[in-house]
């Protein structure tokens, strides 16, 4: 992802600039990645259901552990 977000590093150099990854560049930032478009598209919504299961006390064995 940070190749996405950032200016390149360039071959001679091991990590990206400080201002990049401070997001202190013009040229590079979050609003360079692209986005799917279905995450965009407002017509296209699942609903999705899902369950939970909970912790419930049920009652203590003998030497009082849950």
């Not at 200016?7 to 150099?13: E, L, M, R, V």
Request: net charge negative; aromatic share 10%.
């Amino acid at each position: 992802m940070c190749d996405q977000i950032l200016c390149p590093k360039g071959a001679t150099y091991e990590f990206y600039k400080l201002k990049c990854i401070q997001g202190d560049c013009s040229a590079c930032g979050i609003s360079t990645l692209q986005v799917c478009p279905f995450e965009v598209d407002i017509n296209n919504v699942t609903t999705i259901s899902w369950h939970q299961f909970e912790k419930v006390l049920m009652g203590r064995s003998i030497d009082g552990k849950d």
